[in-house]
């Protein structure tokens, strides 16, 4: 069965002041993720996520810190947690702005709701969360996966390796007593891919 919910764009452009070598998008558990990567980057300061709902009027809906300058592929993700319901979708785009204030636009995606809701089971003890957490999750392959403990702008705070089986898993995230009071987002991402993301509450 084919993912109705997954949008892609592959192939490498070039917009000034960077060379973009993807930017694809899904919906996941009632949230939008959104991945993109640089293979160069000169002069950037930030990416503004803009979201529509005709693929016209835009709307600002978070933005993202941009490596600078960099000759070598940098990765980013973006967590939107606005509500879809069944059967309708979003579009979104970047919007490239330089450290001078100059601005430049990405390929647009749209991002639609399907039937693509992996893992069937992703809960999280406590919520709220003090030092300890435990995800528990059913995956759908063994292998590594990688456990991500992020902030609403979609930075990585935590991530921990585990190699993960088929079916049910518990892996625990620790020492999180340093982290400030908040909402933050647990990511599991197998081979790249995010196939499970989770809200969490820090008292």
Partial sequence: MGEPDLAVVSNTFTILPLVMTSFAGRRVNETTVLSWT????????????????????????GQIPAAGNSNTPSNYLYIGTVPLPPGNSLYYRLTIVTRDGQRSYSAMLSVATGNDQAPSLLTILPNPLENTMQIKCTLPNNGPVEVQFLDMTGATLIRQKYTANKGNNIFTLTNLGDVAPGVYVVRIAQSGVTVGIVKALKK
């Fill in 38 to 61: 640089t293979a160069s980057e000169s002069n950037t300061d930030r990416f503004e996520v803009n979201q529509s709902a005709d693929g016209s009027t835009w709307t600002k809906s």
